[in-house]
Structures are given as structure tokens and as C-alpha cells.
């Protein structure tokens, strides 16, 4: 089981490019892939980024390809998304998630694990 804390998130202005972190505890983190995911009000769970276990591979929503970055750090046990040119529709609760799937999966059901969220609000 791992245990998952985001941070980084907070009130920013458009065409800024603030970083969130996902800090893991628990079992061994190079043990699974990551998943960034969002949720606005009134709207479902959607996916933005997922990296494979070692960091090699990943993949992205159409909606943020070329602007956020996910990459991960194994040897601090924390995961990142990097997120730049934000515009006020990528106003969302952000969650990171965790999976032991060895291929990138895209649904939240494929993570069994879950972070708390954190609030990423864009101002126009």
C-alpha cells in the first residue's frame, strides 16, 4: 500500500506555471505508475498525465499536451507535474494516483490509490 500527498497547488494567474508534487510513503514507489487527474465542479474525474513506473513512458490528455510535463523522481519517492501556460478552464482539484498496472492506464479505475487533492485555481 502507498500512501499519496499532493502539494503545489494554490490561486495563480493565467500563463502561469506553477509545479505540484506528489509525495509518496509506504511501499516501494518505483513499484508503481503514476496519474495526475482532475475535477472541476459539476464535472466528472478526468485524466491529465501518466508515467510509467521508471519514468520512460508517458502519456497525456490531448487538452494539456505541450503545456504540463509529469515526470517523477524514484529516489525521492515523489511525483511531478509541471504545468505551464495555465488558463482558467484548468481551474480543477488535482489528484495524483497511483497504480501497480504495469501498462499507462487513463481511467481512474485503473488506480487503487489516491491522494488527498489539491486546488488549482486560475485567475483570467
Known amino acids: 500500500q502507498v500512501q499519496l500527498v499532493e502539494s503545489g497547488g494554490g490561486l495563480v494567474q493565467a500563463g502561469d506555471s506553477p509545479r505540484l508534487s506528489c509525495a509518496a510513503s509506504g511501499r516501494t514507489f518505483s513499484s508503481y505508475a503514476m496519474g495526475w487527474f482532475r475535477q472541476a465542479p459539476g464535472k466528472e474525474r478526468e485524466f491529465v498525465a501518466t508515467?510509467?513506473?521508471?519514468?520512460?513512458?508517458?502519456t497525456y490528455a490531448d487538452s494539456v499536451k505541450g503545456r504540463f510535463t509529469i515526470s517523477r523522481s524514484n529516489a525521492n519517492n515523489t511525483a511531478y507535474l509541471q504545468m505551464n501556460s495555465l488558463k482558467p478552464e484548468d481551474t480543477a482539484l488535482y489528484y495524483c494516483a497511483a497504480t501497480l498496472h504495469i501498462l499507462l492506464t487513463t481511467t481512474p479505475d485503473g488506480y487503487a490509490y489516491w491522494g488527498q487533492g489539491t486546488q488549482v485555481t486560475v485567475s483570467s
Open positions: 508515467i510509467s513506473r521508471s519514468g520512460r513512458s508517458t
